[in-house]
């Protein structure tokens, strides 16, 4: 695989985030980022959670590597990182977007195919830092025969699957470490399914504490055309915030 030659290794504009509502109208075009994977999450949210939470040379997780996002973002702030996805498409681009050479980009990658919900690999209380994006369910699915694709269930199915998610980061957290979760609602039959406060309280009773809720916005939910028609039709509102969930591992 060819290294990857790079022309800018950080955003322009970047300052650390300092309240609870988050807002990033730019992708990010630093590094080897770039959108093409459908429902990965801007670069600023790992580059905001990794600076905040862990310190270089740290070892942070994400079991959702998905695009790689979080792999890219902790290499190049010094950070080693363990990526884990189960679908291979996620995988090769992985380790495609992790290719690259630059002397300041100290963070050292391994990746692994594996299920989020047995991390057997990893030991007890040996990760510093947690930050991952999974799926909302079968908002998109990203495999159709995928035994550990959590993006093939439904809501229902999706969270009890999460449990387990949850008790493996509980497992392999060191104590008075951070474990930062990006997640989305839904709707059924228009009205709102919190998912996100459901994945939340999976979390406490894995034995988390909560240390911050952000609100994340969108920017790729204009009321227009279709959506804007059938919003006023059936009156309803189209979502336009997630939530980022910080839990810290308490002794």
């Given at each position: 695989m060819e290294t990857k030659k790079i022309k800018k290794?950080?955003?322009?504009d970047f300052e650390l985030e300092m309240t609870t509502h988050w807002s990033f109208p730019k992708r990010g075009d630093w590094a080897t980022h770039d959108a093409k994977w459908r429902g990965n999450w801007s670069p600023y949210?790992?580059?905001?959670?990794?600076?905040?939470?862990?310190?270089?040379g740290d070892l942070v997780l994400d079991q959702f590597a998905g695009g790689g996002t979080t792999l890219v973002e902790a290499k190049l702030l010094n950070r080693d990182i363990i990526g884990v996805d189960c679908n291979d498409d996620a995988l090769n681009r992985c380790k495609e977007k992790v290719n690259f050479d630059y002397?300041?980009?100290r963070g050292r990658v391994k990746i692994y195919k594996g299920d989020a919900r047995n991390l057997y690999f990893l030991q007890d209380e040996s990760i510093d830092l947690i930050c991952t994006h999974p799926p909302?369910?079968?908002?998109?699915?990203?495999?159709?025969?995928?035994?550990?694709?959590?993006?093939?269930?439904?809501?229902?199915?999706?969270?009890?699957?999460?449990r387990p998610v949850a008790d493996e980061c509980y497992r392999v957290l060191k104590k008075e470490k951070f474990c930062a979760v990006l997640m989305g609602d839904t709707r059924q039959k228009g009205c709102m399914i919190p998912m996100s406060f459901e994945v939340m309280q999976i979390f406490k009773d894995s034995g988390f504490i909560?240390?911050?809720v952000i609100i994340k916005q969108q920017h790729n939910c204009r009321a227009t055309g279709y959506w804007k028609t059938n919003s006023v039709k059936y009156n309803f509102l189209l979502i336009a915030h997630e939530y980022l969930f910080v839990f810290k591992k308490i002794k």
């Open positions: 290794w950080q955003p322009d949210i790992p580059r905001n959670i990794i600076l905040r939470y862990s310190n270089e002397p300041d980009a909302y369910a079968n908002i998109i699915k990203y495999s159709d025969e995928i035994a550990e694709d959590l993006s093939r269930l439904n809501v229902r199915d999706f969270l009890e699957q999460m909560l240390k911050e």
